[in-house]
């Protein structure tokens, strides 16, 4: 996307009052983030060696930023996309039981990412994972689980209400449900972007099921590397996915506003099923999928919450560079001065 300049955009805080709305935002909403979804606070990674497939893959296209260790005959490490397969082997090396999980912060460089209100160089995320049974792969309990962070984001918003009245909810009670085969039926000649910019605008919050496969139309609605989350599991509605993302309405950018991806977690059917279909049947040799293939790690449901988007909705800014402190390009810093965007 370009960069938007929302027309007569206006503070709703100053930078200063900004930063203690930041904070009142991350430490309200990991506890209640925790405490909905049985999580504990673990520490983790910045990088993870490479070569172990431990890395998130994320589309399947952005190079991870890497280096060589020198005491360790420069073998390279590479810092992480995000941590979908480190969480999950995390839950089985602590033995933590079905209903309970994990969450932490995650610290990243997408130094691939186009710059713009959304997208930065850094990016900061709530990664959770939880540990879940087999009767729960299916889309009643995602949708239980995406209704469960859906009421802690809605209580987040009524915090930052009481604290500064003067920025009001925008957030509609419920989340809507709907499958990208539906988006698809339904606005057959948009782009899958256009699809959900369409479904947020209508919806307010939505949940699209199913990111990942091959549509009727023999597109992707996006990409997803095939090794963790589940996008080819049938469901009870004839279509396939138990995964998907929660996307607001932004009424400042007016735009789709992606604020998580999460989904239930690959098995050793679903993995090797999606290994074949993305062609990288090589990786059942890796240390990740070894684990998964020889059931040493268990079953689980995960995902991010991206940190800085976060503040950034609640808050109401036009820029992600409001809310978090990162590079951009001279020309942008430029614009969004004229405009009354103050970036960190």
Known sequence: ???????????????????QAIKMVKVNFQARLAETLNLRRVTAPLFVLTGTGINDDLNGTERAVSFPIKCMGDRRAEVVHSLAKWKRMKLGSYGIAPGFGLYTDMN???????????????????????????????????????????????DMEKLVYEAHPHITPILPDNIKFIHSEELLEKYPNLSPKERETNAAKEYGAVFIIGIGGVLANGEKHDGRAPDYDDWTTPTVNGFKGLNGD???????????????SMGIRVDKTAL??????AGCMDRVSLEFHKSLLEDRIPLSIGGGIGQSRLCMFFLQKAHIGEVQASIWPEEQIRICEENNIHLL
């Open 1 to 19: 996307m370009a960069l938007i300049i929302p027309k007569n955009y206006k503070l709703k805080l100053l930078p200063e009052t900004t930063e």
């Open 108 to 154: 990243a460089i997408r130094a691939d990412e186009d710059l713009d209100n959304l997208h930065s160089l850094y990016v900061d995320q709530w990664d959770w994972e939880k540990t879940i049974t087999s009767e729960d792969r299916n889309l009643d309990f995602l949708k239980e689980t995406v209704n469960k962070i859906y009421r802690a984001m809605k």
């Open 246 to 260: 929660i996307l607001f309405w932004n009424p400042i950018l007016n735009c789709s506003f992606e604020i998580s």
């Open 272 to 277: 090797l099923r999606q290994l074949e279909i």
